[in-house]
């Protein structure tokens, strides 16, 4: 049984020792820890990892003991993860189906700790796919008109299903404010580009209007404005003249799918924290 | 002794044989040839290079006989280029040595066939550079007020030194329209980062505030539009959380000279052909 | 209707005019045409499509007649495809999903235009998955006493479904030369190293232990000598002090698959030619 | 005023929280902090900087007290380092430039807080060099006969000018093991190839012959045993047919430069801990 506390706070002296000490004298035992510091910013970043087996507090209140004793006295914002109780994911996906199969495939290979109690789309065509892998799938055509409607139906879901967070698998909807104030920096999205070049609809046409010799593709944490929340993962691949907007794509799809896959597992793994819009990726 | 020939034309049937028949015909032997077709904007593009050693058509007269007899029925565009006389390559650059040193000491080396025959700034800072390698340096201080004549200086001295091309190697300052006029798609920038993303002033800067995990750099020809010219070659290199601004920009003077001293030899090669502000790039 | 033609032969004068001309000739369009010379080998490559809408060679002649015509009087050797005849892969696996999936969801999506009429494996496990995507699914339980017997039988079931090439997706025997005899440059291996690095047994073990910062995979054609085959293609992803073995496995799996379905495109797309055993690949 | 502390011993409870308070206790400030635990090996390593500005314990007696209240009863291994002290570095070179100069260029423009007080080769023809940067050259011209004595003058010569650390900048002779003892971890050198694929001599010819589809470079500390030192840093660029031994070497030789620069900086910076012949690299 083991712990994962995400610390950050106004950098200060002595943080480092003040919690190694609290977990060290509780007889927790230390198994990773990192820590950052953003002189520019004058913030301080930790991830701890520890072994709860002869640890003398208990688990449901850790989070109590760690908030009085430390967090308060430094002003830290904490979270606090047990590493044995997978979080739940749903996927959205629209028509494709390179970044579905690609999670998918990990999920059934027990590559990921991770539950995925369901899969929502806006069209029908990889309902076969959820089917295979013996995945509810739930069909919510969204227009204009009903947009507003099927969120509020969509959030009804994901509660009832206790869901953690959303993967957005090359789904071809914008999320409202609205929907997104509910999943703070747990919706995470691939976009096939290297943002924030070729922001918004139609990247790999752009791209190859404006003659680029490497295409991207950059996985991040959803927010209200439109490819622009933190950045949890990017990649590239070379393209020439020889390519067309086709292999461009092709070559593309490649990128999303690993790209994404790499953010989704940093994610379970508790390993990002987010700061002013952008990522600490502990290693 | 060679020959070079670069083409482009609407893509029409034959025209391989028809460029191939000549050279073979006329006891040329063809040492390279490339081909591209842009299927979207139906255009066809060649590089050909061959031994003059049997040639049947003096070097002089062969630009002549091809123009009446393949270019003009086939309504070509070509240059062609004889590897045996070097080009001579002007220098631009302003305070920093990483791009400047990595072009002389490829030059120094005889890695490129190329001629320097002077280096121009706005400051003083490099002109010892410019000594220990025996290059004259020419000082242009360069203000708002006397711009439009410091630039009439330095055309007359690119002029007077028949420069074919010009580098800007780190170089400050944009060049107007009026300069850019006389070396069309011959004045080759290096951009510290990866275009489209952070054109203008301060690229790293901006990077680092949208918190990327990647940083790049661009060799592009340089055109009226700032940033916006063809792109010649790209690389990139991971940063992450941990990076300062400090160290993007010391990550980044690696890529930088080392695209931009790509980008320069496959001009030099004249590996290098532009059509609608894009680079066609023959391996 | 197009036709795809891959030619080497001793290098000499003439040749590209030459096919050309028989092309154009005969009212053929030619679509892409690649050349290549090994300067110290003295030996010519070309790959060349063409358009037969109104070709004047019927298609079941273009072989004989441009062996007559040309190969002959140049020592070509060459291979003609219709790419409107869709290849036929077999699949070997054994215990692991990933490269299957990879494969699978690839082909079911449209991307390849080639056709799968089998999966065959030493274990039971890929079964299921065999069954979802409707391909008939193979047991050879392979022991050292029966291996000679199951690979003539494994022979028989690929003559008997016409398979043109196989595919070894993480396929855990070794195949005999007896076997290789019959798919000479038709098998392809993906093999979890940067070859020639860590060939045979357990790479990712000995990557660890050698302490390397970047592990890799190699996509290569089988021949008799262990993971000593033509190379097609390789990457590479980096690694750090951080990783254990798991994370290097992990990580090569990524590598493994995306580094396969390269490879397999290529030779769907009939862009490898093998010479002297090493590969050239047509852009 | 800084000190950096890097520190390995068998992996305990409580090391990180008894060496952070001694720092915080003692007044000082932590200013980056990395750990790292090789479950595997089951060993526990770290680097540690911090502000001596208000530290109560004279900074040179910061080793003697460690080793007493820290080092000795937890087991440790310990380096101390005092960054305002700027380390000495001895270049060994042969006839090739280019790491030469990538080296001279980065210190010049002070990007590295390093000394270089000699550069010592076997061959005259870089003295020009290292004249036009003011670095004493030495020249020892060395045969089989002479090698020992050679050496031994080498080594005179370096502990004269209290050389802490060797580059080996494409140096064209293997150091005697004798030699290296004087030197245990601090001979770094640049293989021209991607290790252990082509150790030895002649690695681009090997890696040409082999049809390999990238190259590498490889930065390491040089051991007894060639090539086969712990390995600081690697990196890999794209081949193709096309390329021919030439293009592989001058490929090849912007690897070189690169990767042995980016090992010297780790290095002097103390980032790099050596174990069981792998290195850790701290960010």
Redesign the interface.
């Known amino acids: 049984m083991t712990a994962i506390i995400l610390i950050h706070c106004v950098d200060q002296?002595?943080i480092?020792?003040r919690v190694?000490?609290f977990?060290?004298?509780n007889k927790g035992?230390?198994?990773?820890?990192?820590?950052?510091?953003?002189?520019?910013a004058g913030r301080f970043?930790m991830r701890l990892k520890w072994d709860l087996d002869r640890f003398m507090i208990a688990k449901e209140k850790i989070g109590e003991y760690f908030q009085t004793l430390i967090a308060a006295p430094y002003g830290m914002i904490f979270d606090l993860y047990f590493p044995g109780q997978k979080p739940r994911m749903a996927i959205f996906v629209s028509k494709?189906?390179?970044c579905l199969?690609?999670i998918l495939?990990r999920w059934?290979?027990g590559?990921w700790q991770v539950e995925i109690p369901l899969i929502i789309s806006n069209h029908a065509d990889m309902q076969p796919i959820a089917e295979?892998f013996g995945i509810p799938f739930h069909l919510f055509l969204v227009s204009k008109e009903n947009k507003a409607e099927q969120e509020a139906r969509q959030l009804e879901l994901l509660h009832r299903e206790n869901i953690d967070f959303i993967v957005l698998a090359r789904y071809m909807q914008v999320l409202t404010t609205d929907f997104l104030k509910y999943y703070p920096h747990r919706v995470i999205n691939i976009h096939h580009s290297?943002?924030?070049?070729?922001a918004g609809a139609k990247p790999y046409h752009a791209a190859y209007e404006?003659?680029?010799?490497?295409i991207?593709a950059t996985c991040h944490y959803v927010t209200a404005e439109l490819d622009a929340g933190?950045?949890?993962?990017?990649?590239?691949t070379?393209v020439?003249?020889?390519d067309?907007?086709d292999t461009f794509v092709?070559k593309g799809?490649?990128l999303e799918k690993?790209v994404l896959?790499r953010g989704i597992f940093l994610h379970i793994q508790r390993k990002l924290l987010v700061h002013d819009?952008?990522?600490?990726?502990f290693?």
């Open positions: 002296p002595g480092v020792a190694t000490e977990i060290h004298s035992n230390v198994l990773s820890l990192e820590q950052h510091v953003d002189r520019s970043f494709m189906s390179h199969y690609d495939s059934e290979s590559e295979r290297f943002l924030p070049a070729f404006r003659g680029v010799k490497i991207g933190p950045i949890i993962e990017q990649d590239v070379r020439s003249h020889k067309s907007l092709r799809k490649d690993i896959s819009n952008r990522t600490v990726v290693g």
